[in-house]
């Protein structure tokens, strides 16, 4: 077979490879046992052969040239196994096994062979182990894949709390650090008027600068009772409304320190009219037109009730529901977001606090870089979990946040409500006896 040929016969692979992978999750799903091994038993030799195959193509492409880009069927192939992935572990036995192991502080390269764990593995062959690696040793600072429930309970939690990452650019990572390199767009010039074969000479060079990454380890540990630990579904209810918050509240942190790198400026003007003025020129001219566009105003709760008492001459709210949202609102055409007090907090600028504004777009701001998402381990011997016959659960995450474009986002504010009531609340000297 020529190198032609051999990637036909990889295709077709892979397309009864993705055939096979669609039936098991049939048979699984099902509940026949039997059919279902015998389809992992296809795949299995499927794998041999893509295996042999792959190694013959590798050295064929050595000598005439490089593999192109994966088909249509190699996508097939991999959405396929993610069905599968989520067919398992949508599954009773699954979640089962899963809390099984969580009690007992199994970990993926401890658990093979425990008959009670088998439904966390019956998809190794295929899918390279229903488990997360981590760390420079496959397996390392890993687990297994939690049961597709307590993935669901942790999305529907997070859309209960604000979470400053929908706001901001997210990237997902493979590794604890590295870098991006950002072109710096303000540089471009525009083309050179040429004459009739006029010579193109380069005007000007991209212009690019790095921004660098470094996912942190960031945890806490909860001491559960055991028999709270014998409740399947109570136990992963349990975890998932204690790591949702903390889980937001570790992203909002770290999003919060770059915004908070900015330069303040107040709103000019002491009455509603002048600030409003002050916040429209802000956004029409104190941004590039391409950020205004996309521009958010993010604030506290005190700053919001400001802006929501803005109304415009004829006694109309300046805050309008966006059509396609009501549960959004829009100042000049811009979405408003804002958060509890103790989330963003006041900022002090020359002895005075003041309702923060970070405005600007937050997506071209800074990135959120998150590596692997969450870890859960367990322990019933280790720290104080042998005394009080309980269990040490432990949730670990790797994220990072870095500023790409300091220009994309201005920080303003207006007076702090809450201290000026204060202030208006306490009496004169006058008042005094």
């Known amino acids: ?34 059919g279902y091994e015998a389809e992992m038993a296809t795949v299995k030799g499927f794998n041999g052969q893509l295996e042999n195959l792959n190694g013959l193509i590798a050295e064929a492409e050595k000598r005439f040239g490089a593999d192109p880009a994966p088909g249509a069927e190699d996508f097939r192939n991999m959405f396929a196994g993610k069905a599968l992935v989520d067919t398992i572990r949508s599954t009773e036995k699954y979640a089962t096994a899963w809390l099984t192991a969580l009690r ?8 093979m062979g425990i008959k009670e764990l088998s439904p966390l593995y019956e998809a ?27 993935d669901n309970m942790v999305e529907s939690l997070l859309k209960e709390y604000v979470d400053l990452s929908e706001l901001v650019n997210v990237e997902h ?63 992963m ?36 009219a002048e600030q409003i003025k002050a916040l ?24 919001y009730d400001t802006m929501d008492n803005w109304v415009d001459g004829n006694g109309r709210a300046l805050l309008q529901p966006d059509l396609k949202n009501p549960d959004v609102e829009k100042f000049k055409g811009r979405r408003v977001a804002y958060a509890d007090a103790d ?16 405005v600007g777009n937050l997506k071209a701001f800074c990135t959120l870089f998150v590596r692997q998402g969450t870890r859960i381990r367990s322990t019933d ?44 609340d306490e009496p004169g000297e006058e008042g005094k006896e």
């Open 1 to 34: 077979m020529d190198l032609n040929e051999l990637k036909t016969k990889r295709t077709d692979l892979l397309q009864q490879r993705a055939n096979a992978l669609d039936a098991a999750a049939k048979k699984y799903s099902a509940g026949d046992t039997t």
């Open 104 to 111: 007992k502080g199994i970990n993926p390269d401890k658990g």
């Open 124 to 150: 190794e062959n295929a899918l390279k182990a229903l488990t997360i690696g981590g760390g420079e040793t496959p397996g390392e600072d890993g687990g297994f894949l939690v049961p597709l429930d307590f």
């Open 173 to 235: 990572v493979k590794v604890n650090s590295g870098w991006r390199a950002v072109d710096a767009a303000g540089t471009r010039k525009a083309l050179t008027k040429l004459g009739e074969m006029g010579k193109i000479n380069p005007s000007q060079q991209p212009s690019y600068k790095q921004v660098k990454y470094t996912c942190e380890k960031y945890g806490d540990k909860i001491i559960v009772s055991n028999e709270l630990m014998a409740d399947a579904k109570g136990l």
């Open 237 to 272: 209810v349990y975890l998932a409304k204690w790591w949702a918050p903390k889980y937001i509240m570790t992203k909002n942190a770290l999003i919060l320190e770059q915004l908070n790198t900015l330069d303040f400026t107040a709103l000019a003007g002491d009455t509603d």
């Open 280 to 303: 429209k020129r802000l956004i029409n001219t104190g941004l590039n037109t391409a950020h205004s566009k996309r521009a958010v105003i993010l604030t506290n709760t005190f700053g």
């Open 343 to 358: 989330l963003i907090p006041a900022v002090e600028k020359d002895g005075a606090a003041y309702d923060p504004m970070y």
């Open 381 to 424: 011997i280790g720290g104080d979990a042998w005394d009080t016959d309980s269990t040490e659960i432990r949730c670990t995450c790797r994220l990072d946040c870095q500023t790409v474009d300091k220009e994309a986002v201005k920080l303003t504010g207006i007076p702090n409500a809450e201290a000026a009531a204060a202030a208006v």
